[in-house]
């Protein structure tokens, strides 16, 4: 019940495309979905998140999706750069020094 | 202001040994939180500390043990290393429990076990 799934495990993308992750979860006490976005050689660093009272989160070209019912959340990455190649976490939390749930990761290679 | 910082960066140690790696928050920072990052796991979270509190631990043996310092800096200790202890070890750190305060993580401290 503390799993995220996230799906693909790896991503494709030509320059000026849309990138979309997904993400599912189980545990509906879960009330924050962070996006982290990893460099190699560098930690994880906070793209964007969203609580599940918002079903959509806009931050530039990234925007997450959240349906609640379905216990699911994606990352979309509209006019995918080369910047943008890197792997990139889903994770769900809750207060309380509840820890971060990672989902498996996504690598993302966005060609010129 | 700075960010989260690891030393040391990189390390080797054999089987048997037993390694500290050291992580400072963010200033202001009272929460700091350990994960392990490996291929085939992915990110895995060791513990979390408050106010030199352990407040949760994760599913590791008891050979990984932490600490905290008043002035908010951490480390964390392996004893009798593995083979399966080469990773990333990740340090993270944030203002206080609620879930909404996001987690700055350091580049992490890569270590090898030969």
């Known amino acids: 019940q503390q799993q995220v799934k996230q799906s693909p495990q790896s991503l494709i993308v030509q320059k000026g495309g849309i990138s979309i992750i997904n993400c599912a979860y189980e545990?509906?006490?879960?009330?924050?979905f962070p996006w982290y976005q990893q460099f190699p050689g560098k930690g994880p660093a906070l793209l964007i998140a969203?609580?599940?009272?918002?079903s959509e989160k806009k931050e530039g070209r990234f925007t997450i999706s959240f349906n609640k019912s379905a216990k699911q959340f994606s990352l979309h990455i509209m006019d995918s750069q080369p910047g943008d190649s890197a792997t990139y976490f889903c994770?769900?939390?809750?207060?309380?020094?509840?820890?971060?749930?990672f989902g498996t990761g996504t690598r993302l290679l966005v060609s010129p | 202001k700075a960010g989260v910082t690891q030393t040391p960066r990189y390390l080797i140690k054999t089987r048997g040994q037993q390694v500290t790696l050291s992580c400072s928050p963010i200033?202001?920072?009272?929460?700091v939180s350990w994960y392990q990052q490996t291929p085939g796991q992915g990110l895995q979270f060791l513990f979390e500390?408050?106010?030199?509190?352990?407040?949760n631990k994760g599913n590791f043996p008891g050979r990984f043990s932490g600490r905290q310092f008043s002035n908010s800096r951490s480390e964390m200790n392996v004893s009798t290393l593995e083979l399966g202890d080469s990773a990333l070890y990740l340090c993270?750190?944030?203002?206080?429990?609620?879930?909404?305060?996001?987690?700055?993580f350091g580049p992490g401290t890569r270590l090898t076990v030969l």
């Open positions: 545990n509906t006490a879960f009330d924050y």
């Open positions: 200033s202001g920072h009272r929460s």
């Open positions: 969203i609580r599940p009272d918002v």
């Open positions: 993270a750190s944030r203002k206080g429990q609620h879930s909404t305060d996001t987690q700055y």
């Open positions: 994770a769900a939390t809750r207060g309380g020094f509840q820890k971060l749930v």
């Open positions: 500390y408050f106010s030199e509190t352990q407040r």
